[in-house]
């Protein structure tokens, strides 16, 4: 079921302000909706269009919209259908794709997921549940589409397949020891319905790849969060697996040991998701960040009580460095966040993790095509998500300036469209809240890297 639409005059003007943070300063924008209170055709004008396709900006643009699809894509001034809402942006606004964060967990706290489309976020990638939450992960993907529940669509991975003993103790599920044994995991998890294959830190080489045969049988992409130990990751990046999540730092492994690794992850063109945000050194910048005020305080309550081996400044840096040498070497880099996870606010951490990115030597446009078009090739969903053109799925965001000069415009969201149905960010965050006012669990002790 759609959320009802916003009722429209024939000419309704809307004053939209965007949330107020410590990335940029807050900024009003006006915006024209004409036409019918409801419709399936949707028409944006005049937004520069930032299609995520390797095209240059097009200045002035007209994109239609039918029902969840892109129509059409061209120059404001074109004809639109008649009986179209009509959104008519001011000419400084920008529109995207939306962005993709790759590693989220949903299950931790469900309240949050409209935060992530407050901003722009349109897609998440679920990597890891316990066994028992999974059924109801899976319910959430559905409602999502349907419209029955306000917030991004789900690709999930279900708890991860770990080895004997585990050390998932967050998302406890399936563990093995053979590669019969891990072939019978992944073969149970994709009979549930997982959307990919999450491997974890206790999984014996010769069972992951046996799990990564399996999954890729069923037509499954599989990621690997590794140990941080050299010959650990070195196999996992010589497994098959088809992505690695968060940045690689021990202190016991050399400089050469460190090149190696770098080397492997470009050479194997694997998908690199270093989830940077969540190993920030927790300064007073990070636990007073303004956005947390958006929040339930349920959420930083639970931060606050979450045990999280904390980084120091100098091991943050070397993070960086390690992915500054791993895209020397050609890495495909993606943005997750690891939310909603030790100071890692759902939606507002995909905006500091491009920042970050950005700190690794990325450019704007680099960050802004690992947010959107190569996450959607990391999903497999490269023919429905992640650019703007006919056929394709309709997320995209309606933001205030050009994120290509000064990415923080990327935050300054006016619109967001999801599945073609239209939210505004305000509206979204009071959701959040309301749906984020419930207890969080209380989580067990968690060691990385280990």
Not at 197 to 215: H, N, S, V
């Amino acid at each position: 079921m759609r959320r009802p639409f916003i009722a429209l005059a024939s000419a309704l003007t809307l004053a939209l302000i965007t949330h107020p943070g410590p990335l940029h300063a807050a900024r009003t924008l006006t915006a024209v909706w004409s036409g019918p209170t409801r419709s399936d055709l949707l028409a944006i004008r005049g937004a520069t269009l930032w299609d995520g396709t390797g095209r240059a900006p097009q200045r002035d643009s007209l994109v239609l919209i039918r029902g969840n699809r892109i129509l059409s894509v061209g120059k404001a001034g074109g004809p639109i259908p008649s009986g179209a809402r009509v959104l008519t942006a001011p000419a400084e606004s920008w529109l995207l794709p939306g962005f993709i964060d790759m590693h989220v967990h949903s299950s931790v706290h469900p309240g949050m997921m409209p935060y992530f489309l407050a901003n722009g976020v349109t897609t998440v990638r679920d990597l890891g549940c316990a066994d028992d939450k999974l059924k109801s992960v899976l319910q959430y993907r559905a409602d999502a589409l349907s419209g029955k529940r306000i917030g991004p669509r789900l690709y999930a991975s279900g708890p991860p397949l770990d080895g004997i003993p585990r050390a998932a103790s967050w998302f406890p599920g399936p563990s093995a020891k053979t590669p019969d044994e891990a072939q019978s995991a992944v073969e149970s998890l994709a009979d549930q319905g997982v959307d990919l294959i999450k491997l974890y830190r206790r999984l014996e080489p010769d069972a992951a790849r046996g799990a990564i045969e399996a999954a890729h049988r069923r037509g499954l992409a599989v990621t690997w969060d590794y140990q941080w130990n050299p010959r650990y990751l070195s196999d996992a990046l010589k497994s098959g697996a088809d992505g690695v999540e968060h940045v690689f730092f021990s202190e016991r492994a050399t400089r050469e040991e460190v090149e190696q690794l770098a080397e492997l992850i470009g050479v194997n063109k694997v998908w690199f998701d270093p989830t940077l945000v969540a190993f920030r050194p927790p300064d007073t910048e990070v636990v007073t960040d303004p956005d947390y005020e958006q929040l339930p305080p349920s959420l930083p309550r639970f931060w606050r009580r979450l045990f999280w081996p904390m980084e120091t400044d100098s091991e943050f840096a070397t993070m960086k460095s390690f992915v500054r040498l791993a895209r020397r070497y050609g890495a495909r880099v993606l943005v997750g966040t690891d939310s909603p996870v030790k100071w890692s606010a759902p939606g507002y951490a995909f905006h500091h993790e491009m920042r970050i990115l950005t700190e690794c030597g990325m450019s704007n446009l680099e960050v802004l095509k690992a947010a959107t078009r190569s996450a959607a090739q990391a999903l497999r969903k490269e023919t429905e998500l992640g650019s703007v053109e006919p056929g394709k799925l309709a997320d995209l965001l309606l933001v205030a300036g050009d994120p290509l000069k000064d990415l923080s415009a990327a935050r300054q969201m006016q619109w967001v469209i999801v599945d073609g149905r239209p939210h505004q960010p305000s509206r979204l965050t009071s959701d959040g809240r309301i749906a984020g006012n419930i207890p969080v669990p209380s989580m067990p002790p968690h060691t990385h890297g280990m």
